[in-house]
């Protein structure tokens, strides 16, 4: 099970921290993801770590997100800077083991609005 929180109206150029707590699954087998998916477009990937703590970021999200994760707690978080109105999205945890498993959270909306 994977549930989200921290999602919220936010004005252009402010911060949000999304968290995901996972549960139900062996947290350090999987890669640990952040999605998003604005209306009228694809579900897209925004940043991905693994169990060792390698991250990467989609282009449009690099320098201002950081995603990081407690192995001990089995917890996602995203940290969101500089936002953008772009960014406005319902935000999405997923838990992958390629070939295993797959696990999506319900989402969380951020809006990024003046």
């Known amino acids: 099970q994977l549930v989200e929180s921290g999602g919220g109206l936010v004005q252009p150029g402010g911060s949000l921290r999304l968290s995901c707590a996972a549960s139900g699954f062996t947290f350090i087998w999987y890669s640990m993801n952040w999605y998003r998916q604005a209306p009228g477009k694809e579900r897209e990937l925004v940043a991905a770590i693994s169990s060792g703590h390698i991250t990467n970021y989609a282009d449009f999200v690099k320098g201002r997100f950081t995603i990081s994760s407690d192995n001990i707690k089995t917890t996602l978080s995203l940290q969101m800077n500089s936002l953008k109105p772009e960014d406005t999205a319902v935000y999405y945890c997923?838990?992958?083991?390629?070939?295993?498993?797959?696990?999506w959270g319900q989402g969380t909306q951020v809006t990024v609005s003046s």
């Open positions: 997923n838990a992958r083991r390629l070939g295993v498993a797959d696990y």
